[in-house]
């Protein structure tokens, strides 16, 4: 088996095993929006529905474009990025890295949209009482991740060109 293949299996595996498991978690363990300080004034753990779109985007649009939008976006995406990881080559492994993270979170947060038509989110990230982000999930930080490594992988590779121009 190639190893983008192995990477793509064992890698996507993991997180949205990881990801399902952690949001079944607080659904079972919290009441909706009580929250506990993981590490005071930096990191909350609590749990919300999200039925917004990328950082809250999206909570308030008319129902019917809100489910197209957020059904039909991932599920483009997640074919576009198959069919970018097809054409990778083996040797590519940080953007294999980085496109299954990626797929792996837009699948972990499909699948709580199918089944219970929002998002569990559990983590606040905080700078005092201030939070920095909506909250957050294992699929939202693995696409996270994934872009900044595909960020920096790109801006690695044209630092790498044009020092040898």
Not at 100 to 114: E, F, M, P
Not at 122 to 129: E, I, T
Not at 139 to 146: E, K, Q, V, Y
Request: proline content about 2%; aromatic content about 8%.
């Amino acid at each position: 088996m190639k190893r983008k293949y192995l990477i793509l299996f064992s890698l996507s595996g993991l997180i949205i095993t990881l990801d399902q498991l952690t949001k079944q978690w607080f659904e079972n363990r919290l009441t909706e929006n009580a929250g506990h300080d993981l590490i005071p004034g930096l990191l909350t753990l609590t749990h919300r529905h999200s039925v917004g779109f990328a950082f809250g985007l999206l909570q308030t649009t008319p129902e019917r474009f809100h489910t197209l939008f957020l059904l039909g976006i991932p599920a483009f995406a997640l074919v576009l990025i198959v069919l970018i990881f097809i054409k990778l080559r083996d040797n590519q492994m940080v953007t294999s890295v980085a496109l299954t993270a990626i797929l792996s979170g837009a699948v972990g947060n499909l699948i709580d949209r199918i089944q219970l038509g929002y998002v569990v989110d559990f983590l606040v990230v905080r700078l005092g009482s201030k939070e920095l982000l909506p909250a957050l999930n294992v699929a939202d930080s693995a696409i996270i991740c994934g872009v900044l490594l595909m960020l920096i992988n790109t801006v690695r590779q044209e630092i790498g060109r044009t020092s040898h121009v």
